[in-house]
């Protein structure tokens, strides 16, 4: 059990309204990741951490921010949702010395 | 840029038998880890093997193992004596490691065991 905890694990909101999704950890690894799911498409990264308060960008950011302040929480943060941002948010945690990511259980979001 | 194909959006097997999924990759990097990953109707993404790519023999866990051709930048799956419970959305994934470990997915296969 890699101890990460995805919150809400389900959102219903209405297109415009500001959403914010968090990932907690609790083993103290510096690297954490935002990823989106959709049919069709696989995984796709969103933006990832390097640190507290260290963030870049993945392949599908436009719309997207994140926010690290503290070395256990990652928040990804729709500012206006849109209907294209309905999907599963997956978070996850990187073990650098062996290359794979441990995910979080998911997050469902649909945008009415 | 690096990419990940999977040709494969389903497949069948029955309990029991043998089923290899393909992916293909893309990349210009030399040193590299590539995953198999398992995502069950619960949603929980489950990590199934690794291959590094310097190793040159071919990674094995239990029923699992993968068919690594490094010159094709090809990592099959095969999964042996399918059960029931290997029904799920098998994802390959790439990752050029280096301190980020950004992992590039492919876009899944959907295996179903009949019984």
């Keep these: ?112 | 840029a690096q990419t990940v194909t999977q040709s494969q959006p389903e497949m069948s097997v029955q309990e029991a038998e043998t089923v290899t999924l393909s992916c293909t990759y893309d990349t210009s990097e030399s040193d590299y880890y590539l995953f198999w990953y398992k995502q069950p109707p619960s949603r929980q993404m489950i990590l199934v093997i690794r291959q590094e790519a310097y190793k040159q023999q071919n990674a094995t866990e239990n029923r699992f193992s993968v068919n690594f051709q490094k010159a094709a930048k090809s990592f099959s799956l095969k999964i042996s004596d399918s059960q029931l419970g290997d029904a799920a959305m098998y994802f390959c994934a790439y990752t050029g490691g280096g301190a980020t470990n950004k992992l590039i997915f492919g876009t899944g296969t959907l295996l179903a065991v009949q019984p």
């Design chain 1, 1 to 112: 059990d890699a101890g990460i905890t995805q919150s809400p694990r389900h959102k219903v909101t209405e297109t415009g309204t500001p959403v914010t999704l968090r990932c907690h950890q609790t083993e103290n690894h510096r690297y954490m990741y935002w990823y989106r799911q959709d049919p069709g498409h696989g995984l796709r990264l969103i933006h990832y951490s390097y640190g507290v308060k260290d963030t870049d960008k993945g392949e599908v950011s436009d719309g997207y921010s994140v926010s690290r302040s503290k070395t256990e929480d990652f928040l990804l943060t729709l500012e206006s949702a849109t209907s294209s941002q309905t999907s599963v948010y997956f978070c996850a945690i990187s073990y650098t010395n062996t290359g794979e990511l441990f995910f979080g259980e998911g997050s469902r979001l649909t945008v009415l």
